[in-house]
């Protein structure tokens, strides 16, 4: 079928450039992994912290808003159950509003992450 060598040596060079072609698409491919995992654990880790500071803040500043309310609501006991009760209306609402507040953001952020290209 092949008359000569130099179509041999084509079809061989050929096939070791089409081998070192796709094992540089398998380094791509994993690049591309780590770079898009990178930046997802990163943002992750971003979010954790401020959470966790957040309600840091947000446990004493509910302590301050206690005492602050308390002579002017008649106890302490009293000043409690109303910052409570606002802060239980507060993860209501943050409840009620879960799909535009959390779902949609994050399904946005992931799918450009992953299905972009730049």
């Known amino acids: 079928m092949f008359g000569n060598d130099k179509t041999i040596d084509n079809l061989q060079t050929l096939f070791n450039e089409v081998k070192k072609y796709v094992e540089l698409q398998k380094d791509y491919v994993k690049l591309d992994i780590v770079q898009k995992l990178t930046v997802l ?6 979010i954790l912290t401020l959470m966790i500071l957040g309600m840091i ?5 509910s302590f301050m808003l206690v005492y602050i309310l308390e002579p002017h609501v008649g106890g302490l ?5 109303i910052i409570s009760g606002c802060i239980l209306l507060f993860i209501a609402g943050i409840y009620l509003c879960r799909q535009r ?14 299905l972009n290209d730049k």
């Open 41 to 46: 654990v990163s943002t992750l880790i971003l």
């Open 57 to 61: 803040a947000l446990f004493y500043l």
């Open 77 to 81: 006991t009293t000043s409690y159950a």
């Open 101 to 114: 507040l959390i779902i949609r953001p994050l399904t946005r952020f992931l799918a450009n992450l992953f």
